[in-house]
Each structure stands twice: as structure tokens, then as C-alpha cells.
């Protein structure tokens, strides 16, 4: 089992930036690909970004060079660095684990556990 706890959403300008946490408890999220996705009013959950176990990445095509996805195993943290941010990012962001080795990260159906989400608003 595994508790991921998300934090350092917020209001922030076009243009700006934030960085997300999201905070994995039980087992080491080292075990496990840690994804990204957010999920904006009326709109269906959309994969963001995720780091595999083997430390690669993978972003959707709206972030890439604005997103950063990082994780320190330390820590049991995996971060989200959001630059350049756009008023149609805001969503409710949440992080999320796969144990499957084998699974699709874009796919929200292949994770196991979900952390509660935190907003990010982008006001233009």
C-alpha cells in the first residue's frame, strides 16, 4: 500500500511558475512509475507528465518544455516544476503510482494509488 500526498498547488499569473510535490508513505516509490495528471472542471482526467522506475520521463505534448517531472528517492518525494504557465494548465493536479512495470504511464486506468489532489489556478 502506498498514501501519496500532494501538496504546493496555488494561484499563480500567466507566465509564472510552481512547483508540486506529491509525498509517498509506505512503500518506496522507487518500486513504482509515478505519474502526473490533472483533471480541469467538466473535463476528463489528462495524463501530464511521469518518471518510470527506470528514472526515464515521459510528458504530454501541451507541457513539454514547461514541465518538469523529478523524483528523490531520499526523500520518497517526486516533484512537478511547472514554468510558464497558461491559463488552460489550471486543473486539479494529482499524483499517482503504478506497480505494473509493463504499463502504459499515459494510461490513468494502469496506476494503483492516488493522492487527493491539489488545485493550480493560472490567471491571465
Known amino acids: 500500500q502506498v498514501q501519496l500526498v500532494e501538496s504546493g498547488g496555488g494561484l499563480v499569473q500567466a507566465g509564472g511558475s510552481l512547483r508540486l510535490s506529491c509525498a509517498a508513505s509506505?512503500?518506496?516509490?522507487?518500486?513504482?512509475?509515478m505519474g502526473w495528471f490533472h483533471q480541469a472542471p467538466g473535463k476528463e482526467r489528462e495524463f501530464v507528465a511521469a518518471?518510470?522506475?527506470?528514472?526515464?520521463?515521459i510528458y504530454a505534448d501541451s507541457v513539454k518544455g514547461r514541465f518538469t517531472v523529478s523524483g528523490n528517492n531520499a526523500k520518497n518525494t517526486v516533484y512537478l516544476q511547472m514554468n510558464s504557465l497558461k491559463p488552460e494548465d489550471t486543473a486539479v493536479y494529482s499524483c499517482?503510482?503504478?506497480?505494473?512495470?509493463?504499463?502504459?504511464?499515459?494510461?490513468?486506468?494502469?496506476?494503483?494509488?492516488w493522492g487527493q489532489g491539489t488545485q493550480v489556478t493560472v490567471s491571465s
Open positions: 499517482a503510482a503504478a506497480r505494473d512495470f509493463y504499463a502504459d504511464v499515459r494510461d490513468a486506468y494502469k496506476y494503483d494509488f
Open positions: 509506505g512503500r518506496t516509490f522507487s518500486n513504482y512509475h
Open positions: 518518471i518510470r522506475r527506470d528514472a526515464s520521463t
